[in-house]
């Protein structure tokens, strides 16, 4: 059976990067998103240039089925998954309270669900063969509370938790797993969680999802099992340690307030 690299958010952002950088490595790979126009053409560049085997999967990680249409997919076509990539995932700010419930049980069914569905039902054949390989994209949200996007930094405080659990799990069994954590990066992110206009977004601070999609390979490759995009990322990740909570919780709220005007 063919190996394969399946990765989730593929047709945008860090996702598309990472996308890039897989095909220049000859990987065969299998991109799951919702934009079937941008997968499809993706696919037929790829495949052009570098001569693999590319399935591209017009999925809706939203529903709770989709996990499961896309393993029954690998095994119908008999594609080998030894890497998965959960990186499709989207925030959004505003208060909690006035949040539509559909909403909030998208975001929790595309950035947690769907992530451990997929986890739990490639991991079996990983086992089998000793291998297996793992990247989740957590984000620097996954560090503290965020007054304003609070679900948003719960399901990636979720991600972190559950990946770096995990990583101890199955390190035995030769499967390795990474969470990435970036920070602000210009990509559709903050266009979709209306916040464009914020501080965080600017050039200079916002860094690019090419150099934050090779932190993220290079991350899985060198079995990181934490990895937080860029240094000015890591400092505050870092720095945040040493701060009383309150502190801490007032000052994002700020930066979320920001972000609505
Ligand atoms: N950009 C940032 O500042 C930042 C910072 C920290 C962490 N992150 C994380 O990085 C990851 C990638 O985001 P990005 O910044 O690259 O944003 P993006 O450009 O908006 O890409 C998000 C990807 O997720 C996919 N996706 C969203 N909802 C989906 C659904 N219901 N079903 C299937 N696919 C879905 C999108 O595909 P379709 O549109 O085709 O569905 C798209 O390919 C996310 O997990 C995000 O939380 C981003």
């Given at each position: 059976m063919?190996?394969?690299?399946?990765?989730?958010?593929?047709?945008?952002?860090?996702?598309?990067?990472?996308?890039?950088?897989?095909?220049?490595?000859?990987?065969?790979?299998?991109?799951?998103?919702?934009n079937k126009e941008q997968l499809e053409e993706l696919a037929f560049i790829l495949r052009r240039i570098h001569l693999i085997e590319i399935h591209p999967l017009v999925i809706d990680l939203s529903k709770i089925d989709?996990?499961?249409?896309?393993?029954?997919?690998?095994?119908?076509?008999?594609?080998n998954v030894v890497c998965l990539i959960n990186n499709a995932g989207f925030g959004y700010t505003g208060e909690f309270l006035n949040s539509k419930i559909?909403?909030?049980?998208?975001?929790?069914?595309?950035n947690m669900n769907s992530l451990v569905l997929l986890t739990k039902f490639f991991l079996p054949?990983?086992?089998?063969?000793?291998?297996g390989e793992i990247l989740n994209i957590a984000s620097?949200?996954?560090?503290?509370?965020g007054p304003y996007m609070s679900l948003y930094y719960a399901t990636k405080a979720f991600v972190l938790s559950f990946s770096e659990g995990i990583s101890v799990e199955?390190?035995?069994?030769?499967?390795?797993?990474?969470?990435v954590c970036p920070g602000p990066t210009i990509t559709e992110f903050a266009n979709r969680a209306n916040m464009d206009g914020s501080l965080l977004m600017?050039?200079?601070?916002?860094?690019?999802?090419?150099?934050?999609?090779?932190?993220s390979i290079d991350a899985l490759k060198n079995r990181k099992v934490?990895?937080?995009?860029?240094?000015?990322?890591?400092?505050?990740?870092?720095?945040?340690?040493?701060?009383?909570?309150?502190?801490?919780?007032?000052t994002i709220k700020k930066l979320n307030h920001l972000r609505k005007i």
């Amino acid at each position: 059976m063919k190996e394969f690299t399946l990765i989730t958010g593929a047709s945008s952002g860090i996702g598309l990067e990472m996308t890039k950088l897989l095909a220049k490595e000859k990987r065969n790979l299998i991109l799951v998103g919702r934009n079937k126009e941008q997968l499809e053409e993706l696919a037929f560049i790829l495949r052009r240039i570098h001569l693999i085997e590319i399935h591209p999967l017009v999925i809706d990680l939203s529903k709770i089925d989709s996990p499961k249409k896309i393993y029954d997919y690998t095994i119908e076509k008999k594609l080998n998954v030894v890497c998965l990539i959960n990186n499709a995932g989207f925030g959004y700010t505003g208060e909690f309270l006035n949040s539509k419930i559909e909403e909030d049980f998208n975001m929790m069914q595309v950035n947690m669900n769907s992530l451990v569905l997929l986890t739990k039902f490639f991991l079996p054949s990983m086992k089998k063969v000793n291998f297996g390989e793992i990247l989740n994209i957590a984000s620097t949200a996954s560090f503290q509370p965020g007054p304003y996007m609070s679900l948003y930094y719960a399901t990636k405080a979720f991600v972190l938790s559950f990946s770096e659990g995990i990583s101890v799990e199955l390190k035995p069994h030769g499967i390795y797993v990474t969470a990435v954590c970036p920070g602000p990066t210009i990509t559709e992110f903050a266009n979709r969680a209306n916040m464009d206009g914020s501080l965080l977004m600017k050039k200079g601070i916002a860094m690019s999802a090419e150099s934050v999609a090779k932190i993220s390979i290079d991350a899985l490759k060198n079995r990181k099992v934490v990895k937080i995009a860029g240094i000015k990322n890591w400092i505050l990740a870092f720095s945040i340690r040493f701060l009383p909570r309150i502190v801490v919780r007032e000052t994002i709220k700020k930066l979320n307030h920001l972000r609505k005007i």
